[in-house]
C-alpha cells in the first residue's frame, strides 16, 4: 500500500495511469470515467452543493463540480496532490489529513448537501470503513446523501471472480467495498454495480 511519499511520487502521472487502465476496460479502473459521470450528474441536479470529497486526489471530480458553482470542501493524503488540486481550483477549502482519523477537525464545524469518496476507501479496512462511514451521517444535512465511488461489488462471490480474472494485477493490499457485507451495519445502503470491478455506494441520511 503507498504511504504518503508513495502518494506524492504518484501524483503527476495518477491521471494517464487511470485514463490508460479506464480505456482498457480492465482492472482497477474500468469504468472510472463513468463512476464519476454519474455521482457528477447526482450532485448538479441540486443547486449550488456543498459538497465534501474524502480522498480528492488530484481533482478529477471535484474540479468539474466547482466549475459548476458547487461549494468545494475536501480532504487530502498528499500534499502533492492537494497542491495539483489547489491550482485547479483556487476558491475550495482543502485540508490534508488521514482519512483512517477521520475528518479532520475543520470540515467536522461544516454540513454537506453530498459527501463524497471516488477510489480513495478502499485504502482502509473494513474496520476503518466502518468506523468512518459511522461518523459521516451526522455531518449531512437533511434528506442528503453519502456516494462512494470505487472497486466495489455486489457480493463476494462476484469480488472472487474479478480477482481470478484479474490474476497477477489483483492488488492483495487494497481492501475494497462488498454491498452484502456492508449492509449489515449499514441497511439503508444501495449498490449500483458499473463495471466488472466498479460500483457506487449510496448512503442516505
Known amino acids: 500500500m503507498l504511504d504518503r511519499k508513495g502518494f506524492d511520487l504518484w501524483a503527476d502521472d495518477y491521471d494517464r495511469a487511470v485514463g490508460i487502465s479506464d480505456g482498457e476496460k480492465t482492472y482497477p479502473f474500468a469504468g472510472y470515467k463513468d463512476v464519476l459521470g454519474r455521482i457528477f450528474q447526482i450532485i448538479v441536479e441540486r443547486q449550488n452543493p456543498v459538497v465534501l470529497d474524502l480522498g480528492f486526489g488530484t481533482g478529477t471530480l471535484t474540479t468539474k463540480l466547482y466549475e459548476r458553482g458547487c461549494v468545494i470542501y475536501g480532504q ?67 434528506n442528503r446523501q453519502i456516494l462512494i465511488g470505487d472497486v466495489a461489488f455486489g457480493t463476494c462471490a462476484e469480488l472472487d471472480r474479478c480477482r481470478e480474472a484479474a490474476s497477477d494485477k489483483w492488488d492483495d493490499e487494497e481492501i475494497y467495498f462488498v454491498a452484502d457485507e456492508l449492509r449489515r451495519g449499514f441497511p439503508a445502503l444501495s449498490f449500483t454495480q458499473v463495471s466488472c470491478c466498479a460500483g457506487i455506494l449510496t448512503l442516505p441520511r
Open 76 to 142: 487530502g493524503f498528499s500534499p502533492r496532490m492537494i497542491e495539483l488540486a489547489a491550482g485547479k481550483m483556487p476558491g475550495a477549502r482543502l485540508y490534508q489529513g488521514n482519512l483512517t482519523r477521520g475528518p479532520t477537525e475543520p470540515l467536522c464545524q461544516e454540513s454537506y448537501d453530498f459527501i463524497v469518496a471516488t477510489y480513495s476507501l478502499h485504502h482502509l479496512t473494513d474496520g476503518q470503513k466502518i468506523a468512518l462511514l459511522r461518523t459521516l451521517p451526522g455531518r449531512l444535512k437533511a
